[in-house]
Structure formats: structure tokens, C-alpha cells
């Protein structure tokens, strides 16, 4: 069974920086493209970024919003997808779900909620 | 940026009635590889999305037959057959022929 499960969301203040973690189960990670989508609070989703697979360089895509702040990385020994997130505003408060795939997928973590306020 | 805007954003239905969500984008979705990517999503209350559509019409594996996705180039539609309580949620289409963006969501409520 696929099971994708975040971590490491919480309060943080403006300026600060947080690392979440999605840790999958149940597939060959290496295989697999990982995303990060958010959604505020009563808002809609919205994609965040992905990280391609080893086979494709590993490299990595952002949104427009976060590019520059935020990095995503994969660990394949460890199964783990992390979103790094760096200069945070009061806008990034959302719901973190990672994904596995960019699109066409029915697999989603259940989310971590990062709250930035001061 | 692709933006994919939604109509209606919100919708309320008679159980059995049918519905229908439009979807366009700024932008065709053919991918030179002959695929259209576009998906529809569906967050029930509570819950993670689901994917309902993949690649404007091929439902996803147990998706009810009642959902049905066309269209082509800038223009697509989910349609539901005969709506049912558990229908309710939000609806988003999405695309990824360019980087991901979704549209803005459908709340369909029930009447």
C-alpha cells in the first residue's frame, strides 16, 4: 500500500525557515517524480514544486511564488522528499501535502499545516 | 504561467440532476505527444483530493461512470450523469503541460 506522510510542520515567525519531510512507503520511490502542493487555509490548491527523479538529474521545478525561497530535495536511501523552506511570510501558511508524481496521481499525504505569524 | 479558470465556482444540485463544471485555460494543453493534459481533482470535505479524470476523459481507476470529462485545446468539462450526496466537495482541474497550476475550484453542494 502507497503511504505518503508528511512531518514537520508548526508555528513559525516571518523571516524563519522550516523543513518538512514526506516519508513514503509502499513503492520504489526512485522511481517516482515527488511533489509538494499547498492549500491555505479555505483556499484552493495550489502546486508548489517537484523534484524529478535521479534518472532525470533530480532537478527541480518551483512556482513563481516560492522560487528562490523554497528548495526541494529527495533522499532515495531514506525514501524522503523535503521541502526547505527559507524567508517565510504570513502567505506560505497552508496545508503541505506532498505528492507522488507531478500530475495524474491518486496518491497524496493526509498534509502538515505550517502556520507563519509572528 | 498557464491560469485555468473554473465556471461556476459553485454549484448546488437535486440528487439525480446532472452537473457540469467548464474549465479553460490561457493556454492549449496538446502536448506535441498527441496527449492533452489536463485532470480533474476532487476534495470531499475533510479530505485529500482524489483524482476523478486523467488526461481530459480516461476516468481513474473506481471513479463511478457517472463522471465524464471532455474537451480539447483550451476547453474542458467534467460532467456528472446524476449527482449523489456523496458528490459533494470541491472540484479542480489542473493542468501539467507546462508547470502545474490549478484552477480556482467548483464547490458543488447538494440541495
Known amino acids: 500500500e502507497v503511504q505518503l506522510v508528511e512531518s514537520g510542520g508548526g508555528l513559525v515567525q516571518p523571516g524563519r525557515s522550516l523543513r518538512l519531510s514526506c516519508t513514503a512507503s509502499?513503492?520504489?520511490?526512485?522511481?517516482?517524480?515527488m511533489s509538494w502542493v499547498r492549500q491555505a487555509p479555505g483556499k484552493g490548491l495550489e502546486w508548489v514544486g517537484f523534484?524529478?527523479?535521479?534518472?532525470?538529474?533530480?532537478?527541480?521545478e518551483y512556482a513563481a511564488s516560492v522560487k528562490g525561497r523554497f528548495t526541494i530535495s529527495r533522499d532515495d536511501s531514506k525514501s524522503i522528499a523535503y521541502l526547505q523552506m527559507n524567508s517565510l511570510k504570513t502567505e506560505d501558511t497552508a496545508v503541505y501535502y506532498c505528492?507522488?508524481?507531478?500530475?495524474?496521481?491518486?496518491?497524496w499525504g493526509q498534509g502538515t499545516l505550517v502556520t507563519v505569524s509572528s | 504561467d498557464i491560469v485555468m479558470t473554473q465556471s461556476p465556482l459553485s454549484l448546488s444540485v437535486t440528487p439525480g440532476q446532472p452537473a457540469s463544471i467548464s474549465c479553460k485555460s490561457s493556454?492549449?494543453?496538446?502536448?506535441?505527444?498527441?496527449?492533452?493534459?489536463l485532470y480533474w481533482y476532487v476534495q470531499k470535505p475533510g479530505q485529500t483530493p482524489q483524482l476523478l479524470i486523467y488526461?481530459?476523459?480516461n476516468r481513474f481507476s473506481g471513479v463511478p461512470d457517472r463522471f465524464s470529462g471532455s474537451g480539447s485545446g483550451t476547453d474542458f468539462t467534467l460532467k456528472i450523469s446524476r449527482v449523489e450526496a456523496e458528490d459533494v466537495g470541491v472540484y479542480y482541474c489542473?493542468?501539467?503541460?507546462?508547470?502545474?497550476?490549478f484552477g480556482q475550484g467548483t464547490r458543488l453542494e447538494i440541495k
Open positions: 505528492t507522488r508524481a507531478v500530475a495524474a496521481t491518486p496518491y
Open positions: 493556454q492549449s494543453l496538446l502536448h506535441s505527444d498527441g496527449k492533452t493534459y
Open positions: 488526461e481530459v476523459s
Open positions: 509502499g513503492f520504489t520511490f526512485d522511481d517516482y517524480a
Open positions: 523534484i524529478r527523479t535521479k534518472a532525470y538529474g533530480g532537478t527541480t
Open positions: 489542473m493542468q501539467s503541460i507546462q508547470l502545474p497550476t
